[in-house]
Structure formats: structure tokens, C-alpha cells
């Protein structure tokens, strides 16, 4: 009789990276604390871990990250003078991110890739599944991407990674899978993986930032050989796991057609600031208005 696979609950946000394309911003600022119209981009990470129903979040972070445990934390200074203001609606939005989620915190101590990094959350999420949130990666709450994803998990079992496709001459900035279609439109069955190919890619279906991973991975983490960048490639684990049927396999792939924002990219971190805050009703009509000037102004793009 089979076994019905464990529900998914845990987090895990990798958010140890140095962030060196933003320096000098980040030189002391995380880079995922920068913020995005009007919250750091960590914060929309959280909330779509929430929104999919996983409050229980381990972020692995490391020096310089503790501006990330205060941003989750009660500030009661600010809280109190707010309440002594009367600014209710400040207060809300201070209070937010508190009450979010519970939120645990460990070091990777040493930046060894983010196969070394998630499995530093070993301890914490012990013999359960759990999903994985790249903080580079902002998905749009309009697409949900995660809840499919868990379904998927919870009913084939196995590992669950989320695939789309990119331009032929990027793929090689991405891990890239080689797949199998399935009788679900956008669900593919995963037979090889292969981080940032320089040639003969197998496809152009990218991994971007999101998976749902069995806790076997663990396991192959601890004996898996430094890979591309001489770092511990979560992508190379995944490729071991595609090659089970049980024990943390198979791998499938979600098909992402909906938007998603690079925020560790510097163009497409502007690109999200922007797309996000002309969706807004109190800062997208007149945003929409000024860039419409502004580029009637500059059709060369504002170089003149």
C-alpha cells in the first residue's frame, strides 16, 4: 500500500550571500534588505512562504546579515512612538513583518555554495520535506507558484523543482534540466540537471529559485563532491535524487509561466521596483504618468 507523502511545512530563505553586484550598497547593507518600493526584498520572500501556508521559516544567513533578524523582530522603541503619534497605519506596517511568521536564524559560517547552505538547515528540518525560497527571486503574488508546486509534492512525492524557460543565450547564467513531459501541461518529469552549462545545454528550461525538496537530500549533500565554482551545488544533489525512483526521488518540474523579479540583478532589480510599484494604487497612476513624460522626453532612452 503506498505511503501518503508528508505535508510540507518548513521554510528554508539561503540569505548568507555577500551581494558584491550591488556594492557599494551592500557594503554594509544586506542586499537582501534593499528595498523594493517600499519593503526590503526579504520580506516579499517571507510573505510568499506565508501565503502558501508555511510559517515555521529558517533563514541561513551569515556576518553582516543582522539587520535581517531585526527587520523580523519587534522593535519597541518605534512601536511606542508611533502609538504616542497616533500613526495607526505606520504602526500596521511596522508590526507586519513581526507577526508574519516564526522565524529561526543560522550561520552557514563559511560561503561554500547553496548545496553547503541548505544543508545547514538539516538540524531544523530534520526528516520532513521542506521548500527552499532563493531570496534573489521575487515571484509575483499574482502568479502563485509555490502552492503548485506543493501540490505536486503531496501527490507524486519526491522532489519538486521550478523550471522556466529562458532565452537560449542565458542558459548557461542557470542550472538547466533535462526533462520528460508528463499528462499535466506543466509538470515535467526531471532526468538530468546540469549547473550553468557552458555548451551543449540540454534544454532551456532554467531552474529559477524555488523547489521542494525531500529531506534525503540531506544525505547526499553530506558526501557530494564541490562541483562548479569549487562550491557544493544544491543542482548536483537534485541530479542524484533524479536518478531515484523513491528515497528523495523522483524530481519533477513545475512549469513557471507568470512573473517573476531577479532583484540580484541590477537591471532587473529596477525593473521590479518599478513594475511593482506602477501596480500600486497609491503610487502607480502617478508613476505611470511620469514615465510616460519622461520617456516622451528621452525617446534615445535619457542618454542625450
Same mark, same amino acid.
Given at each position: 500500500?503506498?505511503?501518503?507523502?508528508?505535508?510540507?511545512?518548513?521554510?528554508?530563505?539561503?540569505?548568507?550571500?555577500?551581494?558584491?553586484?550591488?556594492?557599494?550598497?551592500?557594503?554594509?547593507?544586506?542586499?537582501?534588505? =534593499?528595498?523594493? $518600493? *517600499?519593503?526590503?526584498? /526579504?520580506?516579499?520572500?517571507?510573505?510568499? @512562504? +506565508?501565503?502558501?501556508?508555511?510559517? !515555521?521559516?529558517?533563514?541561513?544567513?551569515?556576518?553582516?546579515?543582522?539587520?535581517?533578524?531585526?527587520?523580523?523582530?519587534?522593535?519597541?522603541?518605534?512601536?511606542?512612538?508611533?502609538?504616542?503619534?497616533?500613526?495607526?497605519?505606520?504602526?500596521?506596517?511596522?508590526?507586519?513583518?513581526?507577526?508574519?511568521?516564526?522565524?529561526?536564524?543560522?550561520?552557514?559560517?563559511?560561503?561554500?555554495?547553496?548545496?553547503?547552505?541548505?544543508?545547514?538547515?538539516?538540524?531544523?528540518?530534520?526528516?520532513?520535506?521542506?521548500?527552499?525560497?532563493?531570496?534573489?527571486?521575487?515571484?509575483?503574488?499574482?502568479?502563485?507558484?509555490?502552492?503548485?508546486?506543493?501540490?505536486?509534492?503531496?501527490?507524486?512525492?519526491?522532489?519538486?523543482?521550478? =523550471?522556466?524557460? $529562458? *532565452?537560449?543565450?542565458? /542558459?548557461?547564467?542557470?542550472?538547466?534540466? @533535462? +526533462?520528460?513531459?508528463?499528462?499535466? !501541461?506543466?509538470?515535467?518529469?526531471?532526468?538530468?540537471?546540469?549547473?550553468?552549462?557552458?555548451?551543449?545545454?540540454?534544454?532551456?528550461?532554467?531552474?529559477?529559485?524555488?523547489?521542494?525538496?525531500?529531506?534525503?537530500?540531506?544525505?547526499?549533500?553530506?558526501?557530494?563532491?564541490?562541483?562548479?565554482?569549487?562550491?557544493?551545488?544544491?543542482?548536483?544533489?537534485?541530479?542524484?535524487?533524479?536518478?531515484?525512483?523513491?528515497?528523495?526521488?523522483?524530481?519533477?518540474?513545475?512549469?513557471?509561466?507568470?512573473?517573476?523579479?531577479?532583484?540580484?540583478?541590477?537591471?532587473?532589480?529596477?525593473?521590479?521596483?518599478?513594475?511593482?510599484?506602477?501596480?500600486?494604487?497609491?503610487?502607480?497612476?502617478?508613476?505611470?504618468?511620469?514615465?510616460?513624460?519622461?520617456?516622451?522626453?528621452?525617446?534615445?532612452?535619457?542618454?542625450?
Amino acid at each position: 500500500m503506498a505511503t501518503t507523502p508528508q505535508r510540507v511545512r518548513k521554510a528554508v530563505i539561503p540569505a548568507a550571500g555577500l551581494g558584491t553586484r550591488f556594492l557599494p550598497a551592500t557594503k554594509a547593507t544586506p542586499k537582501e534588505m =534593499l528595498p523594493v $518600493v *517600499d519593503k526590503p526584498a /526579504i520580506q516579499y520572500v517571507v510573505e510568499e @512562504a +506565508v501565503s502558501a501556508g508555511l510559517d !515555521d521559516i529558517l533563514m541561513i544567513t551569515g556576518r553582516n546579515k543582522r539587520a535581517l533578524e531585526d527587520h523580523f523582530d519587534r522593535n519597541y522603541e518605534l512601536e511606542t512612538a508611533l502609538a504616542a503619534k497616533g500613526d495607526e497605519r505606520k504602526l500596521a506596517l511596522v508590526e507586519e513583518s513581526t507577526r508574519l511568521a516564526t522565524v529561526h536564524y543560522v550561520r552557514q559560517g563559511e560561503p561554500r555554495g547553496l548545496g553547503h547552505a541548505v544543508s545547514c538547515a538539516a538540524l531544523h528540518v530534520g526528516d520532513e520535506p521542506f521548500a527552499v525560497l532563493l531570496g534573489d527571486d521575487i515571484i509575483d503574488g499574482r502568479d502563485p507558484l509555490l502552492p503548485r508546486m506543493i501540490e505536486v509534492r503531496e501527490r507524486l512525492g519526491g522532489t519538486v523543482i521550478a =523550471l522556466m524557460e $529562458v *532565452d537560449p543565450s542565458q /542558459i548557461h547564467l542557470y542550472g538547466c534540466a @533535462a +526533462v520528460l513531459p508528463t499528462d499535466e !501541461d506543466d509538470v515535467v518529469r526531471v532526468t538530468d540537471l546540469v549547473e550553468k552549462p557552458q555548451s551543449d545545454a540540454p534544454s532551456n528550461l532554467a531552474l529559477i529559485g524555488r523547489y521542494v525538496i525531500a529531506p534525503e537530500v540531506f544525505d547526499v549533500l553530506s558526501k557530494i563532491e564541490p562541483g562548479a565554482g569549487g562550491e557544493i551545488q544544491l543542482t548536483d544533489a537534485l541530479r542524484v535524487l533524479a536518478n531515484r525512483d523513491g528515497d528523495g526521488g523522483p524530481v519533477y518540474g513545475v512549469l513557471f509561466r507568470g512573473r517573476r523579479y531577479d532583484t540580484g540583478d541590477r537591471l532587473d532589480y529596477l525593473r521590479a521596483v518599478i513594475q511593482l510599484a506602477a501596480q500600486r494604487e497609491d503610487l502607480g497612476p502617478p508613476l505611470i504618468a511620469w514615465l510616460r513624460e519622461f520617456l516622451a522626453e528621452h525617446p534615445d532612452g535619457g542618454r542625450s
